[in-house]
DNA sequence: CTGAAAGCGCTTACAG
DNA sequence: CTGAAAGCGCTTACAG
């Protein structure tokens, strides 16, 4: 209970070898005698001894820990990239630390000086809201680090996001193709390329079919700015038959509005296509045609992208885009002679 | 960029004094003569001095961490619980690290051994569905400890819950007041005291009134059980005219089976009454009725305790129950004379 | 393959 | 109030 933990030492003493001996069955930097390599772990799986990563990070230099800062969690696809990043890392060998920042600057840094004070061996800056200031003064810091899922123009930092461009391009032409002609866009926030992509593929989509865009609103990614453009939208003489809205999030919002309050149906007056493809996407309630984020790899590219760059400091920063598929439910109209994806009912297994 | 850290030998040798000064200005154990003192703080804010933690930990015994470990954050409310309590932690001076545990054995084995080597000081314990196995090991580690909305039978640990047998109490009584006498409830997990107090508080309003349950079935706090279940019932001769549900989010499937499928009005053929208020709940498409956790003061609540412990190992273990709160939404019947909380409309600022 | 030695960057008695 | 010294539990050249 109290006890004093078991120490490499406690284990040497008792198995009859020297104590550098016993770091070596458990780091494997050196050959071993099998022999004695296999009473060493007899003994210290007797005396129950792990090793103590406090120690071995002061004079290794690596920590074994990776920080990963985020804006908040409420939006179920950064707890899901949280619970997924951890999993991946500690499969590699890392531990995750957390940091919630805000974007005041005193909160940049605050968060900034517990990095640097945890000894982080690497950085993942993973919420679209996080302030560029932070990036900056985490670069300066010269600890590695990758932005997931979060453009920023700069070339000088890592980076994994999904192709949004393609993504917005594809969400539109679905629309173009089912004959809609009015389409307004509920966009992110002008400060995150998430967003502007998404944007910009919407932009190329409506030119290339020669279509003008009823709207375009910026909605800050906040289901509450896209509600009350829905509600404005609909108030004008000519209103879209159909919106693609830059993230789930927002769209459940706007189905709301569309539903409940202007008694409209979906899809048969309004198509509705969102961004993510986020867990509650395929309820029923929702039943929500989206862009899917393929989180799966795009977890497992930050996660090589970062310990690539941990192991070498000196290597050229990355930007990987994971393309993004279409998955197709009921809240927007099928295109002539194509059919819904099969996938809707086989997603809901874990919840 | 690449260079070197900062060390308080770095400060010392620029500020004229020893190193073991430098670190009582920092660590404040002792007191330092004033000027001097100035003298090194202005040193180590020009040279970017950061103390290095792992240092720190390795003598004191301290490492400042708090492992929190999660079964997974798909639920909105463990993300949020998560935000608060790592807030809530770093503002007590203490990182917090994530650990995402299955409930394979081998899984727990590794946990607890990770937990060990990162030495941290304490450790949450945050998720209903985490096996017994893990609190009975978490506990003979002898690391100070608190359960978080995880309620177990076994006295020696500390825990922090809502008053969940209260809440389940609240609610059924607020159905009865409105009249309803068919009543069922689909319960949480038999294996998490969580579930089971509810459904005992559900049982005591229902005998305390006479009434007999229609029904009071297991769902495992899992979304399509709790469809399942609902089709099941309302398959029945007599059906429920009102529902508790052990969480939201599966209130949120009961809702939508009982609108979409069974096109039945709520709660003008049945009533229905969640758990959590989960960010959700008020959105206007499911205007729940429910149970708020208190959630902030659970939080502060479990960084008490657990800071307690740390402090002081051979505290006593406390068991702390922190009192819900009905909040009156749309998808319950009124009683008699009773109005709608004001509360519905305020809450949705932040998202 | 292996032990003695030095050292990672701090904290903390110990003298003064 | 402050410096010299020892030590936290490991890893890693260095000899052998």
């Given at each position: 209970?109290?006890s ?13 070898v ?43 230099g690596?920590s ?18 949280l619970?997924r990043?951890?999993?991946?890392l ?16 005193d909160?940049?840094?605050a ?7 945890d ?13 560029n200031?932070?990036?900056?003064r ?25 192709s ?11 629309l ?10 509920l ?11 998404r ?20 909605c800050?990614?906040?289901?509450n ?18 919106i ?28 509705v ?28 590219a ?5 310990l ?17 598929e279409?998955?197709?439910r009921g ?6 002679g ?5 996938l ?8």
């Amino acid at each position: 209970m109290g006890s004093a933990r078991v120490t490499a030492s406690d284990v040497a003493k008792a198995a009859g070898v020297s104590q550098p001996t016993v770091s070596r069955v458990f780091n494997r930097s050196t050959a071993v005698d099998p022999v004695k390599a296999e009473r060493v772990r007899a003994v210290a799986k007797e005396l129950g001894y792990i090793p103590n990563l406090v120690a071995r990070s002061l004079n290794s230099g690596n920590s074994f820990r990776i920080g990963i800062v985020l804006a908040y969690l409420k939006n179920g696809f950064f707890g899901e990239a949280l619970q997924r990043l951890s999993k991946a890392l500690n499969a590699r060998g890392y531990s995750v630390t957390v940091y919630f920042a805000g974007n005041r600057s005193d909160e940049v840094n605050a968060i900034v000086e517990d990095l640097l004070a945890d000894q982080v061996d690497g950085i993942v800056l993973a919420s679209i809201s996080l302030s560029n200031e932070l990036v900056t003064r985490v670069r300066k810091s010269g600890i590695p680090c990758v932005l997931f899922n979060r453009g920023q123009s700069d070339p000088d930092v890592s980076m994994v996001t999904a192709s949004n461009f393609e993504g917005g391009r594809l969400a539109t032409d679905f629309l173009i193709k089912a004959g809609h002609r009015r389409i307004a866009h509920l966009a992110g926030w002008r400060e995150a390329l998430n967003g502007v992509d998404r944007k910009n593929g919407f932009l190329a989509a409506m030119e290339a079919a020669n279509l003008k865009p009823v709207a375009c609103i910026d909605c800050h990614f906040r289901r509450n700015v896209a509600m009350d453009e829905t509600r404005r939208l609909f108030a004008s003489p000519k209103p879209p038959d159909a919106i693609f809205v830059a993230n789930d999030h927002m769209a459940f919002g706007v189905l709301e509005v569309l539903r409940e309050e202007l008694a409209l149906r979906v899809p048969e007056d309004v198509s509705v296509i969102g961004y993510d493809d986020a867990p509650m996407a395929n309820w029923k309630t929702f039943d929500l045609t989206t862009v899917r984020q393929p989180l799966h790899r795009m977890i497992e590219a930050t996660a090589t992208l970062l310990l690539n760059e941990i192991q070498d400091n000196e290597r050229p920063h990355e930007k990987i885009e994971i393309p993004g598929e279409l998955i197709v439910r009921g809240s927007a109209r099928l295109p002539e002679g194509q059919i819904r994806s099969a996938l809707s009912a086989s997603v809901d297994a874990q919840d």
